[in-house]
Each structure stands twice: as structure tokens, then as C-alpha cells.
């Protein structure tokens, strides 16, 4: 009985939530989970379910699991937002919450740690996914099956975050759990663990999707689309893909270090034997930084699409748009030190980094007036995507002119993790991360599926959020001001916050009712569908190739790999009347699902979570089934399977019958 | 490409050399981001090298005869996996093996000297726990030693496929990966060597 | 041409060059070896001579056994090296010289004067 026990590691019973309120999320999470199962068994789905979507290597399915699992996780972080707004508005002079102090550290490391790795990062790749093949002309990615294991490993990673809901505790260190206070000293827990390893997990698979991405649009691009001619999302996702690929070994380097601390007993970060904690914030950083402008980049490249469609005029400034990418992209591994302005440094360090922070404002300030020259003088058309865009323009310029202001190092030492800091970086990152992606995913939905998205409900949705925006977050630049500090659970009643705190736990409700205009907008869309479906290839007049495909896209993108000759090359085929392929079909390969994503994603897991609870076997286990994962579909043989000619016709001719009908 | 009025498809062999190209290319990028990896490791050591806290640092506890030992036997393999790729170039399979062989014994070789230096590190109280210097070393040069690892599992795996089905296409590409990352572990080395090894062995 | 000798035109790799490559970084690695052990130089001299030996030493290999500036590739592998260097180098000088200052500033005054004495420096 004593070695079973030990074979557990750290497991045991008192690994099950104890508090209410983790009680409740555990136990929703586990229903949704049975939910889930009971339907797929009732429709008798389970081979479908793998035959279509856990062994897919088809970028379009990727994406949309992508985006899928994000949205999810947009609701598990909300619900995060939500407690916190709802703890900070009554826990006041006597009254303690509706939180006790230990989940309300647990809530916002978690609300943090997801929005940003498993909400950010996942609509992020899922845009990459569904729209860079398409706009270069390519029929798939560099490497179909690496692609499809970054989002198991995406997945995997998300899967630890939510199992720690339900089996242990997560890290209530903040989302970047900075030691000592993440070391095992002060967080003896498995909550740290929980955290280094699901982001170890993702961050690899983030890193080989940077690497692919990199390698697709670099080598893949249809003849003729040379780089100054292609969308400017895909030079977006270009710049990021740099960004990705030389930030994310910093991470792995800085997980690996800590978890070396905890789990082998190193003094990487430990100050009595020899560590030196603030190389973790700085190393932190130094990922920290770019990790924010890869988010945010191809937000905006999703706006230049949007803006130059919607004002049906060709983009303003593509070349200093592009150099504007590069320009952000390298500096964004400059300024890294603005996030610790406080720790220690001496003046001339602080002034450099303080400098090259003003500076980075600079290309993005660049963007911003080429997308307002872009609409000047154009038919502006304001569908839902636009009111995103004009939230976004708004909201950006305000929170960014905040940054460029803590930029300046006297500054900082006033407001430096106060509300203020707060209120800056949720605007960088909801008006322009989260409006760029939801408004891509509107933009985007029709040429997937076939029907738009529900026009109104879509606008309801957006101007809740950016209404719901400015009420949840005004408030936190006032207060900073005043002197909020960040992650408080309880203040006094004489500081006279309460007010402001109600104000923004009212804007969170708005964005609430955003988000539930959203989950309706799909919920009718869909119940709608066959009422909507036009299979319109082109319902919004765009400009770029993904548009010259039928809506659905077949599975292999294009029936002939096109030839451009300009940027906006649809906008020129249009112009040209040029007919689309109707003949000289020709057969396609492509490659053959495989579930060996799904294996290494399901063994890094198992892996993860042996790690986690020192159950050694597992770790063990894991280990050599990510190996032998590799080894075995390096053997495989015949990884490609052919559509004919003829069956390529027979979709061809299908889908241009259906846009005529509707 | 040539002009034709009438598009024509690629040929199977420019698809095939298309591929091929593509994928040593993105099996490059990984190695520079590898190589990011690796230099934030140095910069760990860099800033944790001299806190000893009072106990022994690199010029007491690195021998540099044994490290220059290392050094020439992981040269002297990143050659000799040279070769074997010129022989997989000639097709010539025996010689790859051959070759392939003499890389991998002496790999294995610089990995058991390495794991030598770290028992007996560890044995005389100075492991990876004693402090952020340690912690630092052991760290850099295990994780290179690692990534030797990897490449040994990886070399041994593609000795077995070339003995069984030969020096097709897609076994000579994946050695071209293998020597590109065999030569990137040894360059790895060299730095590892002078700033670990040479510059602690000094007292720097 | 045979296929052997086409392949070395386009992506470089012969006898030749590998033996020429092997030969310089033997010789590279001896004299750093020896400039430490029979204590040519000393302090930030030995320090530059060194690192600038492994630098030759680096691009020598990059050279000779990688095929740089061969190959079909050749102009991307030199962008992407390139991006990668500057990269590092912003990354770790510049965290070098964060963590210089930070431990300059944030050591007590007494402990900076302990450790002048023990270390002979900060």
C-alpha cells in the first residue's frame, strides 16, 4: 500500500478543491467536459471526431480548433475577471469578498496566465492557420504535421491549466510568478509547477509554429507574390514569426531555470545560495516584451486588411507599413527593461531603456495614420469589422500615449504596478489584440463557412465591449493615480475607491453582455444557416487571394496555385475580369492525417503532470512516448494521398453552381 | 523558370528538390533559434559565474587538459560526420556507415568524459546544489550534453535505416539534417570551452 | 558533370574543404588552450584574445562544415543568422550590462567593499 502511495508522488486526496468557489469552477469544467462526451457518444461522433479533426493536418481545421479552444478559454478568463472585479468592488473597510485572499492570488495569476498564453496565443495561430495559405497561394504550411502537433501541444498545455482547477491548485505567484515568491520556499504547492509546465508545453509548440510560419511565407509564396507584394498580414505574421522564434527560447531557458530550482534544488533565483532573483525578471522580460508586440502585430495587420476593404481603397504607405513591422519587430527586443524601471538600475541604464521605449511608439504611431489615410477620401463601408477597427484607433491611441508616459522613468516610479500600469496595458491589449481577432474572425467567418455572421448582433456585440471597455477601465487609470496598487484583494474604505470600483465592475458586466451578444451572434448565425447560406466567395469586396477561393474552401486552397503579378492581386484579377480555372485540372497532393500530433501533444501531457506531482513513472512514460511518438512517424512511408483530376473538376463546378443559385 | 505559354506543372524532381530545400531551411532556422537558447544559458552563467558563495570556482574545480580532451574529440567527430556526408553524397554506403560509426563512438566517448567530470563534481560536494555557480555550469554544458544525446539517438536510428533501406532521397536529406546539427553542437562547444573552461581555468 | 561533382559546385562540401576546416579549428583551439596554460596574457586581454580566437574558430566552421554563403539557400541562412546575432547580441550584452548595474546598485555598501577585497572586483 506504502509504494502505491509513493508511486502517486505528491497526489492524494487533498489534491480536490476545498473552497466554494473552486468547487464550482472544478465542477463546471468536469460537467462541460461529460457534456461533451455524452453528445459525441449519443451522435455516435467518435470517429468522425478523430477522422476529422484530432489527426487533421489541414491548416483551415487547425485554425478553426485554434480559435475554438481560444474562445473557450476567452470565457474561463472572463469568469476570472469578473470575480476580481466582483471581490475588489465589496471587500472594503470590514467586509473581506466574496474571495478569500489565497484564490483571489490564484484568480488573477490564472486570468492573466490564459488570456495571454491560451486566449492571445490561440486566436493569434488560429488566424495564421486559416488565412496565411490562402494569401500567399500556397495549398498548406512548410510542415503540415508540426503544425498540427503545435496545437495539440497548444492544447496540452491549456488542458494542464484547467486540470490544476480540479486536481491540485494553480500558482497564485501573478502570471509571470516572479521568485523568490515562486521559488518552493513560499510556494511549496503544486501551483507553480502547474504553471511552468503548461507554458513549457505551449511555449514549444508556439516556437515550432513560428519556425513553420517563417519557412511558409519565405518559401511558399505563389509565383510572382514577391515579398513587397504580398497582404500586409502575412508580412505581419512575417515580422512575428521572427519574434516568436528568437523570444520563445528565452522563456523555455527561464521555465527550465526555475523549475531547476524547485524540482532539482538549484540556486538559479535562490538569494541566500548564490542566485540572483532579479535575472529572472530580467530574463522574463526579455521574452516578456516581444511576447506582447507578437500578439498585437498581427492585430494589426487584420486591421490593414479590414480598413483597406471596408474603405474600398488599396492601403496607405504599404512601404513604410512594412518597414514599420521590421522597425517594431527589432525594437521590440530593446526596450525590455521598462517593466523593471524600479528594481534597481542606475539612471543611465533606465534613460537608455526609457529612450528606446519612446522610440517604439514611433512605427506604431506610423500605422496608425496610414490606416486613417487609408480611409480618407474612401466609400467607407462601417460593417461590424469596422467598428472594431474605429474601437480599437480610439482606445490604442489613448492607452499607447499612457505607455509612452510610463516610458519616461520618473514617471514609472509613480505609477509602476499600480491601476494605472493596469488600465495601459488591458487597452493595448483588448483594443487591439482582442477587437483585431474578433473582428478578423467576423471578417474571416463567411469565406469558412459559407454565411456571414449575423451583422447586428455583431455590432451590438462590439459597441458593448468598447462602451464596456471605457466604463471597466477609465476608473483604473483614475485610481492608479490615486494610488491603487495592482492585485489588491481588500482596501480601506477611507482610501474612497469604492466608487470608481463599481464603475468598473459595471463595465465588466457591459463586456459581459458583449461577450453573450457574441455567443449569440453564433448560436443564430448557425440556427440560421441555411437560411444565410450564400456561399458568396466574396461577400465583403476584398482584395486578397484567400477571397478568390469558393466559400467553403476546398480542402486543397486552390484548384491551380494562382500567379500574381501586383499587390492585391484579387482586387487586380477582379479588375481584369479574369475568369476563374475552368479547365486543365490537374491532380493534387496532399498530405495524409496522421495522429502523431495528438500522441507527442497527449505524452508531454502525461509527462507534465508526472513532473508536476513527482510521479517519476509518468514523467518517465511521457518521456519516452514523445521519443518514440517522433521515431515512429519518422518511419512512415506513404504520407501524401492524391485527389484526382476529376474529382478536383467535380468541386470546382459544385462550388461555382452554389454561388450562382444563392 | 523558363517561359511557356501554357503553365506546366513542376516536375517531380523540382517538387521533390523544392521540398528538400524547404525543409534543410526551416531545420537551419531551428538551429537558430537553438542557438538563441544557448545564449541565454551564457548569459545565466555569465552573470552567476563568480557567486560560489566562498566555496571553490572554475580554476579550482575545471581541469583544462581534460576540457581541451573534450574539445578535440568533438572537433575531430564534427569531421568525421563531414566525411560521412561526402560519402552519402558519392551514395557510397558502406562508407557513410563507417563514418556515421566513428561519430558516434566518439561522441559517445566526449559524452562519457563529460559525465566523468560531472560525478565526480557531484561526488566531491560540488553539484548543482551547492550553489548559482554550479548550478549555472551544470546547467549550460547538461544541456549541451543533451542536445549530444539527442544527436546520438538520432545518429544511431539513422545508422539502422541506412543499413536497412539504403541511401535513398529522404535518408540522405535527414543526414544532412543530422550533420547540420552536429556541427552546431560543436560550435556550441567551442564557446562553452573558451568561456567556461579557459576563461574559468584563468580565474577570470 | 557527374552528380557528385554538380553537387559540390551548387552546395559546396568536398575532402578539401573539410580537412582545411578541420585543420584551422585545431589549430585555433591549441593556441587559446596555450595562451591560458603557459599564461601569455592576462585580465581583459587574455579575455579578448580568446573570444576572438572562438569568433574565427566560429566562422571558419560556418564555413567549411556548414556551407555558409552555399547552397540553394544561401541568401535566407545569411538573413537568418544575421537577425539571430543581432538579436543575441542585444539580448546579452545588453542583460550583462542590466545585471551589472542591478547588482552595482542594489548591493549594500558594506557587501560591495567585502567583495572588492574578496574578489577583486564587482
Given at each position: 500500500?506504502?509504494?502505491f502511495?509513493?508511486?502517486l ?8 478543491p ?13 460537467l462541460?467536459?461529460v ?22 493536418v489541414d491548416p ?6 485554434y ?9 474561463r ?9 466582483a ?6 473597510g470590514?467586509?473581506h ?11 488573477f495569476?490564472?486570468?492573466g ?15 495564421f492557420n ?6 500567399i ?9 508540426l503544425?498540427a502537433t503545435?496545437?495539440?501541444?497548444y492544447?496540452?498545455?491549456?488542458a494542464?491549466v484547467n ?14 510568478a ?10 511549496p504547492?503544486?501551483g ?6 503548461s507554458?513549457?508545453i ?6 515550432m509554429s ?9 518559401k ?5 507574390m ?17 519574434m ?17 530550482d524547485r524540482?532539482?534544488?538549484m ?16 530574463l522574463?522580460w526579455?521574452w516578456g516584451?516581444?511576447?506582447v ?25 504599404y512601404k ?10 527589432i ?17 543611465d541604464v ?14 506604431t ?10 480611409m480618407?477620401?474612401?466609400r ?19 492607452g499607447?500615449?499612457?505607455g509612452v ?20 496595458f488591458h487597452?493595448?491589449i483588448?483594443?487591439g489584440v ?5 473582428a ?9 463557412f459559407?454565411?456571414k455572421?449575423n ?7 462590439a459597441?458593448?465591449w ?16 490615486m ?23 459595471i ?8 461577450v ?5 451572434q ?8 441555411k437560411?444565410?447560406?450564400?456561399y ?8 486578397t ?11 486543397y486552397n486552390?484548384a ?19 475568369a ?22 497527449g505524452?508531454a501531457f ?6 508536476i ?10 518521456g ?39 | ?11 517531380l ?33 555569465a ?11 572554475g ?20 569531421f568525421t560526420c563531414g566525411?560521412?556526408i561526402l560519402?552519402?553524397r ?5 562508407k557513410?556507415?563507417?563514418w ?6 566518439m561522441?559517445?566517448?566526449?559524452l ?15 553539484s548543482?546544489?551547492?550553489n548559482?555557480?554550479?548550478s549555472?555550469?551544470?546547467t ?9 544525446t539527442?544527436?546520438?539517438?538520432w545518429?544511431g ?10 541511401l ?6 535527414r ?15 567551442i564557446f562553452?570551452?573558451?568561456i ?5 581555468g584563468?580565474?577570470v | ?25 585545431i589549430g ?18 587574455l ?21 555558409l ?15 539571430m546575432?543581432?538579436i543575441?547580441?542585444?539580448v546579452?550584452?545588453?542583460s ?6 542591478l547588482?552595482?546598485?542594489m548591493?549594500p ?14
Amino acid at each position: 500500500m506504502n509504494s502505491f502511495a509513493s508511486l502517486l508522488g505528491k497526489l492524494d486526496i487533498h489534491a480536490l478543491p476545498h473552497d466554494k468557489i473552486t468547487q464550482g469552477g472544478a465542477a463546471s469544467l468536469v460537467l462541460g467536459m461529460v457534456a461533451v462526451v455524452v453528445l459525441l457518444t449519443y451522435f455516435k461522433r467518435w470517429k468522425w471526431l478523430y477522422r476529422e479533426w484530432l489527426t487533421t493536418v489541414d491548416p483551415k481545421k487547425i485554425g478553426i480548433m485554434y480559435i475554438v479552444v481560444a474562445l473557450l478559454m476567452l470565457l474561463r478568463g472572463g469568469a476570472d475577471a469578473l470575480m476580481m472585479r466582483a471581490q475588489q468592488a465589496t471587500s472594503v473597510g470590514a467586509a473581506h469578498g466574496v474571495l478569500s485572499s489565497d484564490t483571489f492570488q490564484q484568480v488573477f495569476s490564472a486570468h492573466g496566465t490564459i488570456m495571454i498564453f491560451f486566449v492571445g496565443m490561440g486566436l493569434m495561430f488560429g488566424l495564421f492557420n486559416l488565412i496565411v495559405p490562402l494569401q500567399i497561394g500556397s495549398r498548406d504550411v512548410a510542415f503540415p504535421v508540426l503544425n498540427a502537433t503545435s496545437f495539440w501541444l497548444y492544447a496540452a498545455g491549456m488542458a494542464l491549466v484547467n486540470l490544476s482547477l480540479v486536481v491540485g491548485e494553480f500558482s497564485a505567484a501573478g502570471w509571470l510568478a516572479y521568485p523568490p515568491l515562486s521559488e518552493l520556499k513560499y510556494s511549496p504547492g503544486v501551483g507553480v509547477d502547474y504553471w511552468i509546465w503548461s507554458l513549457q508545453i505551449a511555449g514549444i509548440g508556439s516556437l515550432m509554429s513560428g519556425i513553420n510560419f517563417f519557412v511558409t511565407i519565405v518559401k511558399m509564396r505563389c509565383k510572382g507574390m514577391d515579398l513587397m507584394k504580398m497582404p500586409l498580414f502575412c508580412w505581419s505574421v512575417l515580422t512575428t514569426s521572427v519574434m516568436i522564434m528568437f523570444a520563445f527560447p528565452i522563456l523555455t531557458v527561464t521555465l527550465t531555470l526555475l523549475a531547476l530550482d524547485r524540482t532539482l534544488g538549484m540556486h538559479f533565483f535562490t538569494a541566500g545560495a548564490g542566485g540572483n532573483a532579479m535575472m529572472y525578471v530580467n530574463l522574463i522580460w526579455a521574452w516578456g516584451h516581444p511576447e506582447v508586440y507578437i500578439l498585437v502585430l498581427p492585430a494589426f495587420g487584420v486591421y490593414s486588411e479590414i480598413v483597406a476593404t471596408f474603405s474600398r481603397k488599396s492601403l496607405f504607405g504599404y512601404k513604410s507599413m512594412v518597414g514599420a513591422l521590421a522597425a517594431i519587430a527589432i525594437l521590440s527586443f530593446t526596450v525590455w527593461l521598462h517593466h523593471f524601471f524600479t528594481m534597481g538600475a542606475g539612471a543611465d541604464v533606465n534613460a537608455f531603456f526609457g529612450i528606446m521605449t519612446m522610440l517604439i511608439a514611433v512605427p506604431t504611431g506610423v500605422k496608425i495614420f496610414n490606416w486613417l489615410f487609408t480611409m480618407y477620401q474612401g466609400r467607407i463601408h462601417f460593417a461590424s469589422p469596422m467598428i472594431w477597427f474605429m474601437g480599437f484607433v480610439f482606445l490604442f491611441t489613448l492607452g499607447g500615449v499612457a505607455g509612452v508616459m510610463m516610458a519616461v522613468p520618473p514617471i514609472d516610479f509613480q505609477v509602476h504596478n499600480s491601476l494605472f500600469l493596469v488600465a495601459h496595458f488591458h487597452t493595448m491589449i483588448i483594443s487591439g489584440v482582442i477587437f483585431g481577432y474578433l473582428a478578423g474572425i467576423t471578417y474571416w467567418f463567411p469565406k469558412f463557412f459559407g454565411f456571414k455572421l449575423n451583422e447586428r448582433l455583431g455590432k451590438y456585440a462590439a459597441w458593448c465591449w468598447i462602451v464596456g471597455f471605457i466604463l471597466a477601465f477609465g476608473p483604473l487609470y483614475i485610481l492608479g493615480l490615486m494610488g491603487a496598487t495592482r492585485r489588491l484583494d481588500h482596501y480601506s474604505a477611507a482610501m474612497g475607491w469604492q466608487q470608481l470600483f463599481i464603475v468598473a465592475g459595471i463595465g465588466v458586466l457591459i463586456i459581459g453582455l458583449g461577450v453573450f451578444f457574441q455567443l449569440l451572434q453564433f448560436g443564430v448565425s448557425i440556427w440560421q444557416r441555411k437560411a444565410r447560406l450564400d456561399y458568396a466567395p466574396d461577400p465583403w469586396r476584398g482584395r486578397t487571394l484567400e477571397w478568390a477561393t469558393p466559400s467553403p474552401v476546398p480542402v486543397y486552397n486552390f484548384a491551380k496555385l494562382p500567379e500574381v503579378s501586383g499587390r492585391d492581386a484579387f482586387w487586380a484579377m477582379k479588375q481584369t475580369k479574369q475568369a476563374a480555372a475552368d479547365k486543365d485540372f490537374m491532380d493534387i497532393r496532399l498530405p495524409k492525417n496522421t495522429p502523431a500530433g495528438l500522441l507527442v501533444a497527449g505524452f508531454a501531457f502525461a509527462a507534465g503532470f508526472g513532473i508536476i506531482w513527482h510521479i517519476w513513472a509518468l514523467l518517465v512514460i511521457g518521456g519516452l512516448g514523445v521519443l518514440s511518438s517522433i521515431i515512429i512517424r519518422s518511419t512512415a512511408e506513404r504520407t501524401e494521398y492524391t485527389i484526382p483530376a476529376k474529382q478536383v473538376e467535380r468541386i470546382e463546378t459544385e462550388a461555382r453552381a452554389r454561388e450562382s443559385y444563392a | 523558370m523558363e517561359e511557356s505559354a501554357v503553365v506546366r506543372p513542376p516536375s517531380l524532381k523540382e517538387e521533390r528538390q523544392e521540398a528538400d530545400s524547404k525543409t534543410i531551411f526551416g531545420f537551419w532556422v531551428y538551429i537558430m533559434t537553438d542557438c538563441v537558447l544557448f545564449a541565454s544559458l551564457f548569459a545565466t552563467y555569465a552573470v552567476l559565474h563568480n557567486n560560489t558563495v566562498g566555496g571553490p570556482g572554475g580554476k579550482e574545480l575545471f581541469s583544462l587538459h581534460y576540457a581541451l580532451t573534450e574539445t578535440l574529440l568533438l572537433l575531430t567527430s564534427s569531421f568525421t560526420c563531414g566525411l560521412a556526408i561526402l560519402a552519402a553524397r558519392a551514395r557510397d554506403k558502406d562508407k557513410v556507415l563507417f563514418w556515421l560509426g566513428v561519430t558516434f563512438l566518439m561522441g559517445f566517448g566526449f559524452l562519457g568524459l563529460e559525465l566523468h567530470e560531472f560525478h565526480s563534481l557531484a561526488v566531491s560536494g560540488n553539484s548543482w546544489r551547492r550553489n548559482g555557480f554550479l548550478s549555472a555550469f551544470f546547467t549550460l554544458v547538461g544541456t549541451h550534453g543533451l542536445h549530444i544525446t539527442s544527436g546520438l539517438i538520432w545518429m544511431g536510428t539513422m545508422m539502422i535505416r541506412v543499413a536497412g533501406s539504403g541511401l535513398g532521397r529522404i535518408n540522405v536529406r535527414r543526414l544532412t539534417l543530422l550533420s547540420l546539427f552536429w556541427h552546431f553542437l560543436d560550435i556550441v562547444w567551442i564557446f562553452i570551452f573558451t568561456i567556461v573552461y579557459l576563461m574559468g581555468g584563468a580565474g577570470v | 558533370m557527374s552528380e557528385v561533382a554538380a553537387y559540390r559546385a551548387k552546395e559546396g562540401g568536398s575532402m578539401r574543404s573539410y580537412t582545411v576546416g578541420f585543420i584551422i579549428s585545431i589549430g585555433l583551439t591549441i593556441a587559446a588552450y596555450l595562451l591560458v596554460t603557459q599564461k601569455v596574457l592576462s585580465g581583459w586581454g587574455l579575455v579578448y584574445a580568446i573570444i576572438g580566437l572562438a569568433v574565427v574558430q566560429l566562422f571558419a566552421q560556418l564555413f567549411f562544415f556548414l556551407h555558409l554563403g552555399r547552397g540553394p539557400n544561401r541568401k535566407w541562412n545569411f538573413v537568418t543568422l544575421i537577425l539571430m546575432l543581432i538579436i543575441v547580441f542585444i539580448v546579452v550584452a545588453g542583460s550583462l550590462w542590466i545585471m551589472h548595474n542591478l547588482n552595482y546598485h542594489m548591493t549594500p555598501q558594506q557587501m560591495n567593499q567585502y567583495m572588492r577585497q574578496q574578489d577583486g572586483g564587482i
